[in-house]
């Protein structure tokens, strides 16, 4: 008969290496599957728009709006007026009350979608920044009070 016995350490009784090794082993706990942007596709379904498809690395996304003017007045509603996309939305807003003509409005709710759906990029990527952080990973760990081997190596 052979008996090993193993120690259990919490992230915090860790090696700063061991915790670095565990960092990197855990790397993408935060973001290894669709509900770390839940939240996001949920206001956007709130506003009356679908998130289709967004690339971070290729820096590309597609959002279905629906009716524009509904969705900037909800933008407008709930983010506060000092964000990128309250100034948008405000703006296309402002826009149309000006148009003069059908080409007009459809330039400048182009111009809109295209922008607002940039700025919902950016939300996305500063998103999956965090979470790829050794803040948030950190936070992750601790949170479900993981444990690991000496080394690092999740148990």
């Known amino acids: 008969m052979r008996?090993?016995?193993?120690s259990i350490y919490q992230f915090s009784e860790l090696s700063d290496s061991a915790k670095d090794k565990a960092i990197a082993e855990l790397s993408d706990i935060n973001v290894d599957g669709e509900y770390w942007f839940d939240h996001i596709s949920e206001e956007?379904?709130?506003?009356?728009?679908?998130?289709?498809?967004?690339?971070?690395s290729?820096?590309?996304i597609g959002?279905?709006?629906?009716?524009?003017?509904?969705f900037a007045s909800k933008v407008m509603e709930s983010h506060g007026n000092q964000t990128d996309t309250y100034i948008l939305s405000m703006n296309f807003l402002n826009d149309l009350?000006?148009?003069?003509?059908?080409?007009?409005i459809e330039e400048a709710s182009?111009?809109?979608?295209?922008?607002?759906?940039?700025?919902?990029?950016?939300i996305l990527r500063d998103t999956c920044e965090y979470a790829t952080s050794d803040e948030a990973i950190i936070?992750?760990?601790?949170?479900?009070e993981y444990?690991?081997?000496?080394?690092g190596k999740m148990y």
């Open 147 to 151: 444990e690991f081997l000496e080394s």
């Open 44 to 56: 956007l379904l709130e506003y009356g728009a679908y998130l289709l498809e967004f690339d971070i």
């Open 63 to 70: 959002i279905d709006f629906g009716d524009l003017r509904d």
């Open 58 to 60: 290729r820096g590309t």
């Open 3 to 6: 008996l090993e016995t193993t």
């Open 110 to 122: 182009r111009e809109y979608a295209n922008a607002i759906s940039q700025e919902y990029l950016k």
């Open 97 to 104: 009350l000006v148009a003069c003509s059908e080409d007009t």
């Open 139 to 144: 936070e992750t760990i601790i949170a479900n």
